[in-house]
Protein backbone atom coordinates (compact mmCIF):
# COMPACT_ATOMS: atom_id res chain seq x y z
CA UNK A 1 0.00 0.00 0.00
CA UNK A 2 1.29 3.18 -1.29
CA UNK A 3 2.02 5.77 1.91
CA UNK A 4 3.87 9.14 2.62
CA UNK A 5 4.05 9.86 6.38
CA UNK A 6 5.28 13.02 7.50
CA UNK A 7 7.05 13.69 11.05
CA UNK A 8 8.91 16.04 12.61
CA UNK A 9 6.11 19.30 12.65
CA UNK A 10 5.03 21.56 15.96
CA UNK A 11 5.75 24.81 17.25
CA UNK A 12 8.80 27.14 17.18
CA UNK A 13 10.00 30.33 17.94
CA UNK A 14 10.55 32.91 14.90
CA UNK A 15 13.89 32.43 14.21
CA UNK A 16 14.06 29.03 14.73
CA UNK A 17 14.20 25.79 13.01
CA UNK A 18 12.48 22.89 12.57
CA UNK A 19 12.98 19.38 10.55
CA UNK A 20 10.36 17.61 8.39
CA UNK A 21 10.53 14.34 7.14
CA UNK A 22 8.71 12.05 5.01
CA UNK A 23 9.02 8.13 5.10
CA UNK A 24 7.57 6.84 1.41
CA UNK A 25 6.32 3.08 1.23
CA UNK A 26 4.59 1.18 -1.36
CA UNK A 27 6.59 2.20 -4.25
CA UNK A 28 10.04 2.73 -6.00
CA UNK A 29 11.03 6.28 -4.08
CA UNK A 30 14.26 6.81 -6.04
CA UNK A 31 12.09 6.81 -9.54
CA UNK A 32 9.66 9.54 -8.93
CA UNK A 33 10.29 13.64 -8.35
CA UNK A 34 8.67 14.43 -5.04
CA UNK A 35 8.08 17.76 -3.11
CA UNK A 36 6.76 19.54 -0.64
CA UNK A 37 3.64 21.77 -0.11
CA UNK A 38 2.07 23.61 2.11
CA UNK A 39 -1.36 25.54 2.71
CA UNK A 40 -3.04 27.80 5.32
CA UNK A 41 -6.49 27.91 5.94
CA UNK A 42 -8.22 30.03 2.72
CA UNK A 43 -5.60 29.81 0.61
CA UNK A 44 -4.54 27.88 -2.32
CA UNK A 45 -2.03 24.97 -1.38
CA UNK A 46 1.76 26.33 -2.94
CA UNK A 47 4.97 23.94 -3.88
CA UNK A 48 7.64 25.24 -1.30
CA UNK A 49 10.44 22.83 -2.96
CA UNK A 50 11.11 20.53 -5.29
CA UNK A 51 13.74 17.31 -5.50
CA UNK A 52 14.25 15.17 -8.94
CA UNK A 53 15.49 12.01 -8.32
CA UNK A 54 19.04 12.27 -8.21
CA UNK A 55 18.69 15.57 -6.46
CA UNK A 56 20.62 17.23 -9.09
CA UNK A 57 17.95 19.75 -9.55
CA UNK A 58 15.79 21.06 -6.30
CA UNK A 59 13.30 24.25 -7.32
CA UNK A 60 12.32 26.34 -4.37
CA UNK A 61 9.38 29.15 -3.91
CA UNK A 62 11.23 32.68 -3.84
CA UNK A 63 9.87 33.12 -0.62
CA UNK A 64 12.20 30.45 1.03
CA UNK A 65 15.23 29.97 -0.90
CA UNK A 66 18.07 30.48 0.88
CA UNK A 67 15.86 29.54 4.67
CA UNK A 68 14.72 25.98 3.43
CA UNK A 69 16.55 23.24 2.05
CA UNK A 70 14.86 19.83 0.56
CA UNK A 71 16.74 16.70 0.31
CA UNK A 72 16.30 12.99 -0.07
CA UNK A 73 18.00 9.70 1.56
CA UNK A 74 16.65 7.45 -1.46
CA UNK A 75 18.49 4.12 0.09
CA UNK A 76 15.77 4.71 3.19
CA UNK A 77 13.02 6.58 0.95
CA UNK A 78 12.65 9.31 3.23
CA UNK A 79 12.10 13.01 1.71
CA UNK A 80 13.53 15.87 4.43
CA UNK A 81 12.28 19.73 4.46
CA UNK A 82 15.09 21.60 6.75
CA UNK A 83 13.83 24.77 7.54
CA UNK A 84 15.69 27.73 8.86
CA UNK A 85 14.87 31.00 10.04
CA UNK A 86 11.67 30.53 10.39
CA UNK A 87 8.62 33.59 10.29
CA UNK A 88 5.23 33.50 11.31
CA UNK A 89 4.07 33.75 7.55
CA UNK A 90 6.07 29.93 7.24
CA UNK A 91 2.96 28.42 9.51
CA UNK A 92 1.28 26.27 7.53
CA UNK A 93 0.10 22.77 7.15
CA UNK A 94 3.05 21.20 5.40
CA UNK A 95 2.55 18.15 2.84
CA UNK A 96 4.97 15.45 1.09
CA UNK A 97 4.23 14.92 -2.24
CA UNK A 98 4.64 12.39 -5.22
CA UNK A 99 5.19 13.56 -8.65
CA UNK A 100 3.66 11.55 -11.68
CA UNK A 101 6.64 11.32 -14.10
CA UNK A 102 4.07 11.75 -17.82
CA UNK A 103 2.59 14.49 -16.15
CA UNK A 104 4.45 16.38 -13.73
CA UNK A 105 1.71 16.71 -10.98
CA UNK A 106 1.05 15.58 -8.16
CA UNK A 107 -0.28 12.30 -7.80
CA UNK A 108 -0.40 11.42 -4.19
CA UNK A 109 -0.25 13.13 -1.44
CA UNK A 110 0.94 12.55 2.58
CA UNK A 111 -1.58 13.60 5.10
CA UNK A 112 -0.10 16.63 6.13
CA UNK A 113 1.18 18.12 9.38
CA UNK A 114 1.11 21.18 11.25
CA UNK A 115 3.52 24.38 11.38
CA UNK A 116 3.44 26.58 13.62
CA UNK A 117 6.18 29.87 14.15
CA UNK A 118 5.20 31.69 17.03
CA UNK A 119 6.52 33.19 20.07
Known amino acids: QLQLVESGGGLVQPGGSLRLSCVASGFTFENYWMRWYRQVPGKEREMVAG????????PYLADVKGRFTISRDNANSTLFLQMNSLKPEDTAVYYCARVEPDSGRVDYWGQGIQVTVSS
Open 51 to 58: ISRTSRST
